[in-house]
């Protein structure tokens, strides 16, 4: 992805999805992970992008994914341990801390097991071996860029498997979507589109009232 990409101002962009999922396609961890978060954030009324498209070694993201991670009002990073050697990976975080600064889009961040935010943050532990070969095979302010958005990821407070007893996973699925929804609810989205499936229920409900009989509301 190209260091200039351009990114609409908040006033002109339109909110398409509440979450964007950004993860590593190869491993089959990450791709449950990844699937059962969207299940649960689905069944919560919740709009979620999730490219299930796997990318090969050195491919990058469409612009058909680029516009719509645009259009995602929020994005969970699920960091695995093999998040860094996926191009595509580095490529959706990058547009994504982008989209924070310009948009607002909120970013949120999640360390499965095995991995520390300060690792992320300082590219070490599993992170380190695929930047010594971006090193060597990329243009400098390319690999600065990836390493700047993992840095500002790093440091942004978000969810850490490892904290949790035996890394249950379920257990922090079902925090995540809490505090998710309960985001989006304060910034009026959620609280907007049950406003808009009421109104619409109410209006079936008076169509249906006008077409019975009057001989139904007159009684015998």
């Known amino acids: 992805m190209e260091a200039d990409t351009e990114i609409p101002s908040s006033s002109s962009s339109g909110w398409k999805y509440d ?13 449950n992970f990844a699937s059962k978060l969207c299940a649960f954030l689905e069944k919560t009324n919740l709009k979620t992008l999730k ?19 645009k259009e995602s009002r929020c994005a969970i990073i699920i960091f695995s341990r093999n998040y860094a050697s996926s191009i595509g990976c580095l490529e959706e975080l990058t547009l994504t801390m982008e989209c924070r600064k310009k948009l607002g889009q ?12 300060s690792e992320v943050r300082h590219q070490k532990g599993s992170f380190e071996e695929p930047f010594r070969f971006y090193q060597e095979h990329f243009e400098p302010e390319v690999v ?21 007893p035996h890394g249950d996973e379920e257990k922090l699925i079902a925090k995540m979507v809490k505090e998710v929804s309960n985001l989006l609810l304060d910034d009026g989205l959620v609280a907007e589109r049950w406003e808009q499936f009421w109104q619409g229920v109410i209006s079936s409900l008076l169509i249906c009232r006008d077409l019975m009989p009057a001989v139904i509301s007159d009684g015998p």
Do not use: C
């Open 51 to 69: 490219d299930d498209e796997p990318m090969k070694a050195g491919e990058h993201i469409s612009p058909m994914l680029m516009q719509r991670i």
């Open 19 to 31: 979450v964007f999922l950004s993860y590593e396609r190869e491993e089959t961890e990450n791709i």
């Open 106 to 117: 909120k970013v949120f961040p999640v360390f499965l097991m095995g991995v520390k935010p």
């Open 144 to 164: 600065e860029g990836w390493r700047s958005a993992l840095r500002a990821a790093g440091e942004i407070s978000g969810w850490n498997m490892n904290d949790l």
